[in-house]
Protein backbone atom coordinates (compact mmCIF):
# COMPACT_ATOMS: atom_id res chain seq x y z
CA UNK A 1 0.00 0.00 0.00
CA UNK A 2 1.26 3.45 -0.97
CA UNK A 3 1.62 6.45 1.34
CA UNK A 4 -0.74 9.08 0.88
CA UNK A 5 2.15 11.99 0.94
CA UNK A 6 0.92 15.59 1.00
CA UNK A 7 2.44 16.00 -2.97
CA UNK A 8 0.21 12.96 -3.85
CA UNK A 9 -2.50 14.27 -2.48
CA UNK A 10 -2.29 17.74 -3.98
CA UNK A 11 -1.98 16.04 -7.61
CA UNK A 12 -4.98 13.77 -6.69
CA UNK A 13 -6.92 16.94 -6.28
CA UNK A 14 -5.56 18.90 -9.51
CA UNK A 15 -6.89 15.81 -11.27
CA UNK A 16 -10.50 15.95 -9.46
CA UNK A 17 -10.35 19.69 -10.26
CA UNK A 18 -9.53 20.17 -14.08
CA UNK A 19 -12.02 16.64 -14.92
CA UNK A 20 -10.60 17.24 -18.87
CA UNK A 21 -8.39 14.12 -18.51
CA UNK A 22 -5.10 16.34 -18.86
CA UNK A 23 -1.90 15.46 -19.18
CA UNK A 24 1.11 15.60 -16.96
CA UNK A 25 2.23 18.98 -18.53
CA UNK A 26 -1.68 20.31 -17.82
CA UNK A 27 -1.60 19.04 -14.30
CA UNK A 28 2.36 20.09 -13.84
CA UNK A 29 1.29 24.01 -14.92
CA UNK A 30 -1.93 23.50 -12.61
CA UNK A 31 0.59 22.45 -9.66
CA UNK A 32 3.20 25.40 -10.31
CA UNK A 33 0.49 28.00 -9.43
CA UNK A 34 -0.18 27.32 -5.69
CA UNK A 35 2.70 24.51 -5.41
CA UNK A 36 5.65 26.08 -7.39
CA UNK A 37 8.49 23.49 -5.28
CA UNK A 38 6.83 20.53 -6.41
CA UNK A 39 8.85 19.39 -9.46
CA UNK A 40 7.96 17.87 -12.60
CA UNK A 41 9.62 14.74 -11.74
CA UNK A 42 7.86 14.45 -8.53
CA UNK A 43 4.46 14.60 -10.87
CA UNK A 44 4.92 11.81 -13.17
CA UNK A 45 6.13 9.67 -10.53
CA UNK A 46 3.24 10.20 -8.49
CA UNK A 47 0.47 9.67 -11.02
CA UNK A 48 2.83 6.20 -12.36
CA UNK A 49 2.22 4.66 -8.96
CA UNK A 50 -1.21 6.05 -8.73
CA UNK A 51 -2.46 4.52 -11.87
CA UNK A 52 -0.08 1.44 -11.52
CA UNK A 53 -2.42 0.81 -7.57
CA UNK A 54 -5.44 2.05 -9.67
CA UNK A 55 -6.41 4.65 -8.11
CA UNK A 56 -6.46 7.07 -11.42
CA UNK A 57 -6.47 5.16 -14.65
CA UNK A 58 -3.84 6.66 -17.26
CA UNK A 59 -5.39 6.75 -20.81
CA UNK A 60 -3.36 6.54 -24.13
CA UNK A 61 -4.82 8.12 -27.02
CA UNK A 62 -4.38 9.05 -30.41
CA UNK A 63 -2.75 12.00 -29.92
CA UNK A 64 0.65 10.01 -28.62
CA UNK A 65 -0.27 12.06 -25.30
CA UNK A 66 -0.78 9.61 -21.79
CA UNK A 67 -3.70 11.59 -20.05
CA UNK A 68 -5.12 11.09 -16.74
CA UNK A 69 -8.72 10.48 -15.12
CA UNK A 70 -9.40 10.58 -11.91
CA UNK A 71 -12.62 7.73 -12.72
CA UNK A 72 -10.39 5.00 -11.90
CA UNK A 73 -13.18 2.33 -12.57
CA UNK A 74 -13.44 0.87 -16.36
CA UNK A 75 -15.36 2.82 -18.16
CA UNK A 76 -15.51 4.47 -22.08
CA UNK A 77 -14.10 7.75 -23.30
CA UNK A 78 -15.59 10.06 -26.13
CA UNK A 79 -12.89 12.17 -27.91
CA UNK A 80 -13.95 15.18 -30.40
CA UNK A 81 -12.03 15.29 -33.48
CA UNK A 82 -12.45 19.24 -34.25
CA UNK A 83 -11.71 20.54 -30.43
CA UNK A 84 -9.85 17.51 -29.21
CA UNK A 85 -12.39 17.80 -25.76
CA UNK A 86 -12.39 14.26 -24.24
CA UNK A 87 -15.19 13.39 -21.55
CA UNK A 88 -16.55 9.86 -19.97
CA UNK A 89 -19.31 7.64 -21.40
CA UNK A 90 -21.95 7.06 -18.59
CA UNK A 91 -22.77 3.69 -20.04
CA UNK A 92 -22.53 0.29 -18.73
CA UNK A 93 -19.25 -1.43 -19.26
CA UNK A 94 -18.70 -4.41 -20.75
CA UNK A 95 -17.38 -7.18 -18.72
CA UNK A 96 -16.01 -9.53 -20.04
CA UNK A 97 -14.76 -8.18 -22.82
CA UNK A 98 -11.13 -9.22 -22.60
CA UNK A 99 -11.94 -12.82 -22.36
CA UNK A 100 -14.36 -11.98 -25.62
CA UNK A 101 -10.94 -11.22 -27.96
CA UNK A 102 -9.23 -14.10 -26.22
CA UNK A 103 -11.56 -16.69 -27.00
CA UNK A 104 -11.99 -15.44 -30.71
CA UNK A 105 -7.92 -14.49 -31.32
CA UNK A 106 -6.34 -16.08 -28.86
CA UNK A 107 -4.80 -12.57 -28.05
CA UNK A 108 -4.04 -12.16 -24.18
CA UNK A 109 -5.70 -9.09 -23.21
CA UNK A 110 -3.71 -7.25 -20.66
CA UNK A 111 -5.68 -3.96 -20.28
CA UNK A 112 -8.01 -1.54 -22.91
CA UNK A 113 -8.77 1.93 -23.60
CA UNK A 114 -12.22 2.24 -25.88
CA UNK A 115 -12.13 5.43 -27.18
CA UNK A 116 -15.45 6.59 -29.25
CA UNK A 117 -13.52 9.08 -31.76
CA UNK A 118 -16.37 11.87 -33.41
CA UNK A 119 -18.30 15.32 -32.80
CA UNK A 120 -19.13 16.57 -29.58
CA UNK A 121 -22.51 18.62 -29.01
CA UNK A 122 -20.35 22.06 -29.32
CA UNK A 123 -18.94 21.28 -32.38
CA UNK A 124 -21.83 19.90 -34.00
CA UNK A 125 -23.82 23.40 -33.72
CA UNK A 126 -20.58 25.55 -34.93
CA UNK A 127 -20.77 23.11 -37.84
CA UNK A 128 -24.61 23.27 -38.42
CA UNK A 129 -24.57 27.32 -37.92
CA UNK A 130 -22.25 27.87 -40.80
CA UNK A 131 -24.00 25.58 -43.27
Do not use: W
Amino acid sequence: MQRNTLQRQIILDVLKKLKTHPTVEDIYAEIQKEYPSISKTTVYRNLRQLAKNKLIRAVSLQDGLERYDSHAEMHYHCRCKNCGKIFDVEIEYVPGIDELVHKKYGFQVDEHDIVFMGTCTECGKKRKVRQ
